[in-house]
């Protein structure tokens, strides 16, 4: 059995949109009252894209809770991920 636990990254979504949070830390200690209602199973935290770096940091700062991290696409820094030529070429008012 699984309890899966989808939170927006604030500013993002229905999270308080527009009010960004950039710092990874600090959205781990945002966090940390939601993980914490779970500290008595075993928790897997997975982070998508800059959701990764958030993951990474939840799991560095508390360690005594997360016990496996699963990073998908992880990025380093917010806005700094590499683009393919192509992936601009879609957006391209003609093909969106």
């Known amino acids: 059995h699984t309890t899966l636990v989808a939170i927006d990254r604030p500013g993002y979504g229905a999270s308080d949109f527009g009010n960004i949070e950039i710092s990874a ?9 939601i993980i914490e209602r779970y500290k008595n199973r075993r928790i897997t935290v997975v982070g998508f894209s800059y959701g990764g770096t958030v993951a990474a ?19 380093l820094i917010a806005g700094e991920e590499h683009t393919p030529a192509i992936a601009r070429w879609c957006l391209k008012p003609a093909l969106a």
Request: aromatic share 8%; net charge positive; charged share 20%.
């Open 25 to 33: 830390w600090k959205q781990a200690e945002l966090m940390k009252p």
């Open 57 to 75: 940091a939840l799991a560095m700062k508390y360690p005594e809770i997360i016990q496996k991290t699963l990073l998908c696409s992880a990025s």
